[in-house]
């Protein structure tokens, strides 16, 4: 696979989908989650944006419907476990299951100059469990046909295992055939714990937006035992860090815009059966096995 540029990874080769394909995309109100699905309904497929904002999803629809694309809108918060519910029933009712689930929706209270852990819960909750719980919701209806259905994680390379310098969680984390969910969740629950009791900064968690980045860490750990767990089972998991992206996350700033951003999303989301990985990180374009983090 070629990863050299955003414009490489943005065509794949072999169109294998259609409009029968099924691709929910969360967060998708703004942002590359917006750019996704844009993306992904060019492409022919039939696309659901999510959003927690009723009232900003439905604007977001109704911007690409302007613009000749179609795309379905339901509510969904990835934080509120009755709204997961609610969208798994709705899902399954109106197309029977789907093909490809790409977890955008995230938070952060931080920005570029600040680096407070005051709403850490909640980031952990929308960032970590949110996606988590989408995922198990949503588990009986992947169709997994011949093509392969695929998770795609947006992550970032603030959750890579360098920025953890804590050498107890590291190992923890490194310990592939050991590592199990309970584990990650033990982790997070340490974390909050710290930050509870105000002793956070002694333990070696990253430095830099730590509460976003330690969800990113839990999110990439749970991607790759998930991974594994499926292994042969008709479902990838892999997790995409867009990089520094213009956003409003970003307060605007960052080195490529948010429709770059989506086309390498959507070209990994889309990868050819036969070509499709499973396990990896991708930063940027480059794919690491998560063994290296």
């Excluded at 993306?39 to 439905?58: F, N, S």
């Excluded at 302007?66 to 009755?82: H, N, T, Y």
């Excluded at 509460?211 to 998930?226: E, G, M, P, Q, T």
Aim: charged letters at 20%.
């Amino acid at each position: 696979m070629n990863t050299s540029s955003a414009k490489d990874q943005s065509s794949p080769v072999k169109r294998w989908w259609s409009k029968d394909t099924v691709a929910v995309v969360t967060g998708a109100n703004k942002g590359i989650g917006f750019a996704t699905v844009k993306k992904l309904a060019e492409l022919g497929l039939t696309v659901i944006l999510t959003a927690r904002d009723p009232e900003k999803g439905e604007k977001a629809v109704e911007l690409l419907r302007a613009q000749g694309i179609d795309v379905w809108f339901k509510r969904l918060d990835v934080a509120d476990m009755s709204s997961i519910t609610d969208f798994a029933s709705w899902l399954h009712q109106m197309f029977g299951g789907l093909d490809i689930l790409v977890n955008n929706a995230a938070v952060s209270f931080n920005d570029l100059n600040t680096n407070s852990v005051e709403h850490a819960e909640t980031v952990i909750k929308t960032n970590f469990y949110g996606p988590k719980l989408l995922i198990e919701a949503l588990m009986p209806l992947f169709r997994r046909s011949s093509s392969t259905s695929r998770i795609l994680n947006l992550s970032s390379r603030l959750g890579l295992l360098n920025k953890v310098t804590n050498p107890t969680i590291r190992q923890r984390l490194l310990q592939e055939e050991t590592l199990e969910e309970g584990k990650i969740d033990q982790i997070v629950t340490q974390f909050l714990s710290q930050v509870k009791d105000g002793t956070w900064q002694e333990h070696g968690w990253p430095t830099v937006w730590t509460d976003y980045s330690v969800s990113k860490l839990a999110l990439n750990a749970y991607s790759r035992v998930l991974a594994r767990r499926l292994e042969g089972n008709g479902v990838s998991v892999n997790c995409f860090c867009p990089g520094f992206t213009r956003t409003d996350m970003t307060s605007g700033w960052g080195q490529r815009s948010a429709d770059e951003a989506a086309a390498a999303a959507a070209a990994l989301a889309l990868l050819p059966p036969e070509e499709l990985p499973t396990g990896k990180f991708f930063k940027w374009c480059t794919p690491m096995l998560y063994s290296k983090l």
